[in-house]
């Protein structure tokens, strides 16, 4: 019997509907209609997982060299684009942190502090997460915390994994773990991808710039799903008797921080002060893009012989390569939408709607479109490579400013609370077992409303007023 592979038919079948697009009866020149097709194909493949969504991004950048989109020099170009240093230099803190137990030992601390009330405990696995989130990848962070929040939950029930309790927490971890990725550059691509995208508009954000619009954000957002969580699946038990003891006596047998785990902290304090000087610049000498060369420093500082923690080998294996690859596809994927007009195409049909209209009116428009989208695009990188370039193009149409509407479409990406296949934490949530894809979906449009409408309300009293 012949054996059908299930991939080679999706790969089959999305590329036959993928050339349907070149032939559309629509008012489209032949480079629009062949980028929509190479962005239908990246979306359904980033979707299926049919191919891995590191070649994926690849396929983008190699069709559009194909057909000459663009040059294949330039559309190569973008995985080496500097924003890519912020995610290198996360995952190298990222392996420091591991490397000496310093991850879990954040994580266990946070959760030290709450009590007995299950409530508690469930919102100090949820600080803990999103926290890590904004320093190291999310999906490390949310690897991290997993067998720390299931932990407590089976100290509680008996068979957790049918439990309101283990929904909530479960969840709640790949929620916040979304949530406290957008809190800096380094912590999910949607925001290196921002950062991209802006900078081919020679528009800078700083490290500190970003931090300053999106914790606001986080602070809001957080307590927020915790507490739909803990309203929606409500845990079975009150009280966890005991609940931090296991904790508290992990942390004892952790004892103090060794001589390696305080040179980790310097190291961490250090590559934090450095990427907060960027706006210094007026007082202090430092070169252009100084973000960048900062996270090149920091990366070659945990390394360095007689400086650093770690030996090329450890941080090497630790590094997530796929991630500069897939950033670099979802900039090219943009770059080609826009090179080509499709981008400009989108933005002429938004503003039928939003011309003559207020700013409240604009940000909610780009806030729910992005946050939504993501069921249709399934990937953080495909709906930020779109509605980023999309908001920044609407922002010079409308004279508003690209500054205030593209962290706005960045960080709606990066709310992706609806499907296990949206995000990296998501899935390893699913697949720990503990709740069905409907019953995400069901908390999930709730968190999508109550943080983009959060994310509405800091745009509007915070940023506007600031910028």
Known sequence: ?????????????????????????????????????????AAVLWITEALPISVTALLVILLQGIFKIQPLDKALAYIATPVNTLLLAGFIIAAALKKYDLDRRIGLRFISFM????????????????????????????????????????KAIDDPKGSNMGKAMVIGIAFTANIGGMGTPVGTPPVPITLGFLREEGI???????????????????????????????PEVKRIPGGTEDIKKELSEMGKLSRDQIHVIILFVIAVIMW?????????????????????????????????????????EEIGWGVFVLVGGGLALGSGLKKTGVIEMITSHMEIFLADTNLLLIVTSIAFITAFSITLFSSLTATSSTFVPVSISLAFTLNENPLLLAPVAGMAACLAFLLPANTPPNALAYKTGYFKTYEMTKAGVLATILCVSGLIIVVMLYWNPLL
């Open 1 to 41: 019997m012949i054996k059908i592979d299930r991939k080679l038919i999706i790969i089959t079948l999305t590329f036959l509907a993928a050339s349907f697009f070149t032939q559309l009866p629509l008012p489209l020149t032949m480079d629009q209609r062949i980028m929509i097709a190479i962005a239908f194909t």
């Open 115 to 154: 009590g007995e009330k299950t409530d508690n405990l469930i919102l100090g696995v949820l600080l803990a997460t999103a926290f890590l989130s904004m320093w190291i990848s999310n999906t490390a962070s949310t690897a991290i915390m997993l067998p720390i929040g299931i932990g407590i939950i089976k």
């Open 204 to 234: 800078h954000i700083s490290f500190g710039g970003w931090m300053i619009r999106a914790i606001p954000v986080i602070l809001i957002a957080i307590p927020l799903v915790w507490k739909l969580m803990v309203t929606v699946y409500k």
């Open 276 to 316: 907060l000087l960027d706006p210094l610049d007026a007082f202090l000498p430092l070169p252009e893009e100084w973000i960048y060369i900062a996270s090149l420093l920091i990366s070659m500082m945990f390394i360095f012989p007689g400086i650093g923690v770690l030996d090329w080998k450890e941080a090497s």
